[in-house]
């Protein structure tokens, strides 16, 4: 008996939820008339089409049970008309996202109606105009104001300060270039998120009243000339997990109370004039994954343990002068996959154990002073694509190098043994003044891809042939090269021994805008004619020197021009 009546009402309640997940299927009967006539109001735009008493209520927040319309998610739903009135006759409307849509003109004040609004976004539209002094007529329940990526001009209205409940407060990349109320943020004290970056406000400091933004996550003020020093209760009182305060005019040092941060992710402090070393403490940081210090005036050495205790992803230190060895504690948790320090004064071995770091994809690290060999495996990361390392390295090359990998600029340094053979996509392979011996790879002369190759000041013993894209011939073997379809802009080949026969006839010049080919190189043989075959759009035009048995062709130039 007891199990019936446990089965009857599980029946009951399964009954009474489908009837009411169907009372629910549609916005309720009023509040249907009420969209219809948003939809007019905008012009009925494609993306509303579905709109419609037996269609889908695409973008449409509505109550499960009462069928009352709570949000209008609508981002790029190509809307161009302002906001009409009618969108606050829906009363319950808590929510509003009309991002990337084609919003023009000043604020819609006509919001001020939607007293229940707790979420606003109106980010990536084409908003201009100043900010209405009174913005604190909209709800004042307000939880997340988002207004980026508009055109914004003036003040930041003091009334935004009014906002008590705000958690997110998103008004950076508009054209904002007069005051913000510093103190009024500072009191807004739910914050989570605070973004003024990329906008030209008058220079000042960093408010004092921000220390006051405890619940921080995402602090971004780059790009808005903020002068003076990186506060330390700023740091000190800050639990964020983002930190980007870059592209600013910030001197001074970097607080050493910025390790107290231990949930910070990311610490952005880049193109800025900030001096002295980076604190010891930041080695220390749990959570630190992206670090981008670069184009400072930055000394000392790195510290210690970095990488050792958190998952350092990305490491950006180029253009400052910092000095000593890298940490070999950089790909400890071997997450690293960005290494950015050239144009520093660091020195000594490359670390060896980054040669088991098989995440890295850059290598930047050109004008230092490292000596001794370069991790060999490095070269055969699968994930590997940009490799700079002009500096003082010795060691040679595997015969395979990375199949991804676009870049190499490896010139003057102390590379021996034979190159290696290339990888398909390579786009730039420089390698000038070291001590490579022996042939070129064949497979390097069908690089369909290749901009740059330079290869001067090497031992190399051979023949250079040189295929372009398809082509399938030497040059110079030819009679006549053509060079309609090539994608080479540049090669250099100078100072290196490979001694080839130039073969008499013309070269025939192909519809290239710009095309600059330097083979400043020994060829034998008499110096080729010049094109007849010039075609309307280009000409060729050949710079030979030493014009005796040995020539020089110091430069091959495709220029445009108009014959006619």
């Known amino acids: 008996m007891v199990v019936y009546s446990i089965l009857i009402l599980f029946l009951l309640l399964l009954i009474f939820s489908i009837s ?69 006759r829906l009363k319950n409307l808590t929510y509003i996202d009309l991002s990337f849509n084609n919003l023009t003109g000043d604020f819609p004040t006509v919001l001020y109606g939607c007293s229940a609004l707790e979420f606003l976004d109106l980010s990536n539209n084409q908003l201009s105009g100043k ?73 000042g400091p960093v408010p004092k009243e921000f220390g006051n933004l405890t619940k921080l996550k995402l602090l971004w003020l780059s790009c808005m000339n903020m002068t003076g020093t990186i506060p330390d209760d700023l740091s000190a009182h800050t639990a964020g997990l983002e930190l980007d305060l870059s592209m600013n005019k910030f001197s001074g040092s970097i607080p050493e109370d910025i390790a107290n941060l231990k949930k910070l992710r990311l610490l952005y402090l880049y193109y800025n004039n900030l001096t002295g070393p980076i604190p010891a403490g930041v080695g220390m940081m749990p959570n630190l994954t992206d670090i981008r210090l670069f184009n400072n005036k930055l000394s000392g050495p790195l510290p210690a343990e970095l990488g050792k205790h958190s998952e350092l992803g990305n490491f950006e230190v180029s253009n400052n002068n910092l000095s000593g060895e890298l940490p070999d504690t950089l790909c400890f948790n071997k997450k690293l996959f960005d290494i950015v320090v050239f144009n520093n004064s660091f020195s000594g071995v490359f670390p060896t154990n980054l040669g088991d770091c098989k995440t890295i994809n850059n290598i930047m690290a050109y004008n230092n002073h490292f000596v001794g060999d370069f991790p060999k495996k490095i070269w055969s990361f699968e994930l590997l694509t940009n490799v ?42 420089t390698a000038e003044n070291n001590q490579f011996s022996g042939e070129l790879p064949t497979d390097m002369s069908r690089l369909a891809n290749l901009t740059m190759l330079n290869l001067a000041g090497n031992q190399l013993l051979t023949t250079v042939k040189i295929y372009i894209n398809n082509f399938a011939s030497t040059l110079p073997s030819n009679k006549i090269v053509s060079i309609t379809t090539n994608k080479i802009l540049q090669m250099l080949l100078n100072a290196t021994t490979p001694v080839g026969r130039l073969a008499e006839g013309e070269l025939e010049a192909g519809p290239a805008a710009a095309l600059l080919l330097s083979l400043i190189n020994f060829f034998t043989g008499q110096r080729p004619k010049q094109s007849t075959g010039v075609t309307r759009s280009s000409v060729l035009v050949l710079l030979a020197v030493k014009f005796t048995h040995v020539h020089v062709l110091e430069q091959m130039a495709l220029v445009s021009a108009d014959t006619n």
């Open 131 to 203: 900010l209405p002094d009174r913005i604190d007529r909209l709800s004042l329940g307000m939880q997340h104001l988002n207004l980026s990526s508009n055109a914004f001009t003036g003040d930041v209205p003091l009334a935004i300060g009014r906002f008590s409940k705000l958690k997110s407060l998103v008004l950076d990349t508009n054209s904002f270039n007069g005051n913000y109320p510093g103190a009024a943020i500072g009191g807004l004290l739910e914050l989570e998120t605070l973004t003024l970056a990329k906008n030209p406000f008058e220079p």
């Open 20 to 88: 009411n997940s169907q009372s629910a299927a549609q916005p309720s009967a009023d509040e249907q008339t009420l969209l219809l006539a948003i939809k007019q109001d905008w012009d009925n735009p494609a993306p509303l089409s579905s709109w419609s008493s037996t269609g889908n209520w695409t973008g449409v927040i509505y109550n499960n049970i009462t069928g009352q319309v709570t949000g209008l998610s609508l981002p790029s739903f190509h809307i161009a008309r302002p906001n009409p009135p009618s969108v606050c």
């Open 388 to 429: 700079m390392i002009y500096n003082n390295f010795t060691g040679t090359l595997p015969s395979e190098i990375s199949f991804n990998i676009l870049r190499i600029e490896m010139g003057n340094n102390r590379f021996s043994g034979a190159l290696p053979s290339a990888a398909v996509g390579l786009k730039s392979f």
